[in-house]
Antibody, heavy 123, light 106 residues
Framework: QLQLQESGPGLVKPSETLSLTCTVS??????????WGWIRQPPGKGLEWIGS???????YYNPSLKSRVAISVVTSKNHFSLKLSSVTAADTAVYYC???????????????WGQGTLVTVSS | SYELTQPPSVSVSPGQTASITCSGD??????VYWYQQKAGQSPVVVIY???KRPSGIPERFSGSNSGNTATLTISGTQAMDEAEYYC?????????FGGGTKLTVL
């Protein structure tokens, strides 16, 4: 059974960079037909897609976050990472990593999710 | 940017049918996916490609998509179906989520 586990600091100071890693078990981040993505959810609010990346390098980002986001896939460690720069209190959220199925011309749905990790932005 | 609109809340009595809508421009031309998120848990996909159910999802969950509206239908709703439901689509190289609908089983 595929498992994803987020890890990283639970508290980040304003203006600094949020860094999270998602470790994948029982599957390879080099699998064909899958992207690896990040989604966040502010407390009491809805889901917001951050971005998705294929191990071969193809990447898609939420336009509203694109200038501050970088996602990378490290095949040797079978994990992928998120960096979000210049954070503010508005970036406080539960951050989920997930596997995303890809179609012929589209990205599709997230079929496996991590448990999520709360990141608070505060001084 | 593309938007998906869901009603904030839907209420249903146990055993009845619940319908949750998701609206967007020409949504019927895109695939729609539905997630269920129970309190304190990660989302779980319950419908993919408009109307397909992943293995392990009960048959009472069904979906449709036409025109500008996609609908998630839960037949014979059970107390365990009380959750937040989100629709999702892919548009212009971005993943778009609806705002979510809180389903209350009274």
């Amino acid at each position: 059974q595929l498992q994803l586990q987020e890890s990283g600091p639970g508290l980040v100071k304003p203006s600094e960079t949020l860094s999270l890693t998602c470790t994948v078990s029982s599957d390879s981040v080099s699998s064909n037909n899958y992207y690896w993505g990040w989604i966040r959810q502010p407390p009491g609010k809805g889901l917001e897609w951050i971005g998705s990346m294929y191990y071969g390098g193809s990447t898609y980002y939420n336009p509203s976050l694109k200038s501050r986001v970088a996602i990378s896939v490290v095949t040797s460690k079978n994990h992928f990472s998120l960096k979000l720069s210049s954070v503010t209190a508005a970036d406080t959220a539960v951050y989920y990593c997930a596997r995303q199925r890809s179609g012929s011309y589209t990205l599709e749905y997230f079929d496996y999710w991590g448990q999520g990790t709360l990141v608070t932005v505060s001084s | 940017s593309y938007e998906l609109t869901q009603p904030p809340s839907v209420s249903v009595s146990p055993g009845q049918t619940a319908s949750i809508t998701c609206s967007g421009d020409k949504l019927g031309d895109k695939y729609v996916y539905w997630y269920q998120q129970k309190a304190g848990q990660s989302p779980v996909v319950v419908i993919y490609q408009d109307r397909k159910r992943p293995s392990g999802i009960p048959e009472r969950f069904s979906g449709s998509n036409s025109g500008n509206t996609a609908t998630l239908t839960i037949s014979g709703t059970q107390a365990m179906d009380e959750a937040e439901y989100y629709c999702q689509a892919w548009d212009s190289s971005t993943v778009v989520f609806g705002g979510g609908t809180k389903l209350t089983v009274l």
